[in-house]
């Protein structure tokens, strides 16, 4: 598959190197050709810049973004008809800001309609999915309201070398973001660390 990993800070640069472990062809971009992150990360990785063209024929996106870019960024993926995998976490969720409590994934979805989104990644550092492939236990969440497409991203975080768990449709995105904030009461308020991560232990296996 054509993957374009859209947004080079720390979590997309992580993302981009487990992606960089699989089969796939994995492209970069940042707010805009050019952008100094992902010169950047494209020469130490080895991977090339995505231009427009090449984002809009990717069968994935990951959309490794601030809340804040996420208008700007949808831009970039106007008329996009493939799969968005949202890492987008909301910096208000639950409080007052985010007046409309929904969630980021959500928002994606309504910004980018042809799109099919799933949410991923937002319960685990950056410094978390660098490890992933030493640990093989981290477990990523995973939730779409399209069952297939679901099914394409369980599979992809498998061969990153996470262990994916879905958890239901998109709307279930709420609560995996805001295990995210969960996440940070654990791992930095009472510090148990920056690459503390969350391990789930099915009784039945529900990735097939
Ligand atoms: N860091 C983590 O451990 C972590 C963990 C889980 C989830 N997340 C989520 O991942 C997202 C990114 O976090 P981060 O820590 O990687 O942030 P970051 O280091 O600040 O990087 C943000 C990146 O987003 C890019 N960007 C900003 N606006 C954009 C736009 N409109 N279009 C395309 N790219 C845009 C920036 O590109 P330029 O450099 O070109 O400006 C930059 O490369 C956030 O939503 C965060 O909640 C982060």
């Known amino acids: 598959m054509k993957i374009t990993v859209l ?7 992580a993302l981009a190197k487990a992606l960089k472990r699989t089969r796939h062809q994995v492209f970069l971009r ?14 130490s990785l080895g991977l090339p810049e995505a231009k427009i ?18 208008k700007s960024a949808a831009a970039q993926l106007e008329g996009f008809d493939g799969i968005i995998v949202s ?34 990644y937002t319960w685990m550092s950056s410094g978390s999915v660098e490890l992933s492939s030493e640990r093989a236990n981290t477990s990523v969440v995973h939730c779409s309201d399209d069952r297939d497409v679901l099914n ?27 295990a995210g904030f969960l996440w940070g009461a654990i791992a930095l308020e009472e510090d148990y660390g920056w690459n503390t991560y969350f391990e789930v232990h099915p009784e039945n296996s529900t990735t097939e």
């Open 152 to 178: 394409t991203v369980c599979h992809l975080s498998d061969e990153m070398g996470f262990k994916p768990v879905k958890a239901g449709k998109l709307i279930n995105s709420r609560f995996a973001e805001a």
């Open 7 to 13: 947004g080079t800070g720390d979590m997309g640069a």
């Open 87 to 120: 890492v987008v976490g909301v910096s208000g969720y639950l409080i007052d800001e985010n007046k409309s409590k929904q969630s980021a994934a959500e928002t994606v979805a309504k910004l980018v309609p042809g799109a099919s989104v799933v949410h991923g």
């Open 30 to 43: 940042g707010s805009a050709e050019g952008s100094g992150s992902c010169k950047a990360l494209s020469e």
């Open 53 to 70: 063209a090449d984002i809009a024929d990717s069968n994935i996106v990951f959309l490794v973004v601030p809340d804040a870019g996420l």
